[in-house]
């Protein structure tokens, strides 16, 4: 089966900082990865969609500037949080899709847990 | 794509069947129904989906109205590692399209199933 990885599975960073979060498809090349997040008993946010080699795609709500995503390859796409504060502790999740007949399989990653101190 | 609703929460019994109910009233033509399902802490897995017909897998089956407005996955011999928020969403599927919308995974609130021993 596919399988996605994220680095790192946990985080904790002071306010004010940046953190990046590595997502890769590690056996398949994956023609979209989308990024989730997700609150404590909530559901799944998607955040943004992202195709290689061009700008990501946000949903509404969602600052670009603050959330910057990097999709530099078929296998691998990065989430940058910066300038980090407590409202962005949450569970992140990635998924990269790839074409499986008439429509588009999505395997997810395990999670990156940031909390922001 | 077509809005989900499911109970929030069940309890089953360990070793009995779980059968998981999910309305689908605005289901287009087009739209597949999937299933997901989220241990606590880890990304999300993929468990089954289907257009018109009943499908069943190594994990679960799927029984899909005549309608198609509603639909009810079924885990046949439920363990306590069933224990999880299963989502049942609707998506279109882009046949020979690769096309980021069409990829989109929304995920409404889920059902926490808890198995007991």
């Known amino acids: 089966g596919a399988v996605v990885s994220q680095h790192p599975s946990r985080v904790i960073c002071k306010s004010g900082t940046s953190v990046k979060i590595e997502c890769r498809s590690l056996d398949f090349q994956a023609t979209t990865m989308f990024w989730y997040r997700q609150f404590p008993k909530q559901s799944l946010m998607l955040m943004a969609t992202?195709?290689?080699?061009?700008?990501?795609?946000?949903e509404q709500g969602v600052e670009k500037d603050k959330f910057l995503i990097n999709h530099a390859s078929l296998t691998l796409s990065t989430l940058t949080v910066t300038s980090a504060h407590p409202e962005d502790s949450s569970f992140y999740i990635c998924?990269?899709?790839?074409?499986?007949?008439?429509?588009?399989?999505?395997?997810f990653g395990p999670g990156t847990r940031l909390t922001v101190l | 794509d077509a809005k989900t609703t499911q109970p929030p929460s069940m309890d089953c019994a360990e070793g009995r069947a779980a059968n998981l109910p999910c309305n689908h009233s605005?289901?287009?033509?087009?739209?597949?129904v999937y299933w997901y399902r989220q241990i606590h802490s880890q990304g999300p897995q993929y468990i089954i989906h289907g257009l018109k017909n009943n499908e069943t897998n190594e994990m679960a089956s799927l029984i899909i109205t005549e309608d198609r407005k509603s639909s009810t996955l079924i885990l046949p011999h439920a363990t306590l590692r069933d224990t999880a928020v299963y989502y049942c969403i609707v998506r279109v599927a882009r046949k020979g399209v690769i096309k980021a919308a069409g990829n989109k995974l929304t995920f409404g609130g889920g059902t926490r199933v808890l198995v007991k021993p």
């Open positions: 998924s990269a899709s790839r074409p499986s007949g008439d429509y588009n399989e999505q395997f």
């Open positions: 605005t289901i287009s033509g087009n739209e597949y």
């Open positions: 992202s195709n290689e080699g061009s700008k990501a795609t946000y």
